[in-house]
């Protein structure tokens, strides 16, 4: 993985729900390799998003100091800060692509860090916006099964030659 790959903030508490153990693991496999190549981006906003959602609304939720550790984790991807360009970007990728205001911050924050794949569970799987692809978690999902199967990795890049 060289490009640069957008995680929303449905990956990362995934990866910390126990609630769908195959879209725990597929989210723990992403978000491990995109530690790994150095190519992992998110923004300040799923940050706050994450800590109240898995301290809060999951099936177990976690300590505030567990949240807080995984943050830390997860802080040491690319960290986008949305600033007033960013704003009124996303206002203009709304409107062009008729899609929710969030849904644009997270397609502006993704072009900002020069990301050509964002993973997300709200966006259409396969659409293309602005110069970023998405996948959607529960396509990453099958994807994951059948590569298991066949004793593949799965390619985080959404490319995948498993059956």
């Known amino acids: 993985m060289s490009d640069n790959v957008f995680l929303d903030t449905n990956v990362l508490v995934c990866a910390n729900d126990t609630a769908e153990p195959?879209?725990?693991r597929t989210a723990?496999?992403?978000?491990k390799d995109v530690l790994h190549a150095g190519n992992g981006v998110i923004?300040?906003?799923?940050?706050?998003?994450?800590?109240?959602?898995?301290?809060?609304k999951i099936h177990k939720p976690l300590s505030v100091s567990m949240a807080r550790q995984e943050a830390e984790l997860f802080g040491l991807m690319t960290v986008v800060d949305l600033d007033s360009i960013l704003f009124f970007d996303a206002l203009r990728v709304q409107q062009l692509y008729q899609?929710?205001?969030?849904?644009?911050?997270?397609?502006?924050?993704?072009?900002s860090a020069g990301c050509t794949t964002l993973y997300s569970e709200d966006l259409n799987a396969g659409q293309e916006y602005a110069k970023v692809m998405t996948f959607h978690m529960r396509l990453l999902c099958r994807r994951?099964?059948?590569?298991m199967d066949a004793g593949r990795a799965v390619p985080a890049n959404g490319a995948s030659s498993c059956p």
């Open 144 to 147: 994951y099964s059948r590569c």
């Open 22 to 24: 195959k879209k725990q």
């Open 99 to 111: 899609i929710s205001y969030w849904d644009a911050q997270i397609v502006v924050a993704a072009e």
């Open 43 to 56: 923004s300040v906003q799923f940050l706050r998003e994450f800590r109240v959602t898995v301290t809060r």
């Open 28 to 31: 723990r496999t992403l978000i």
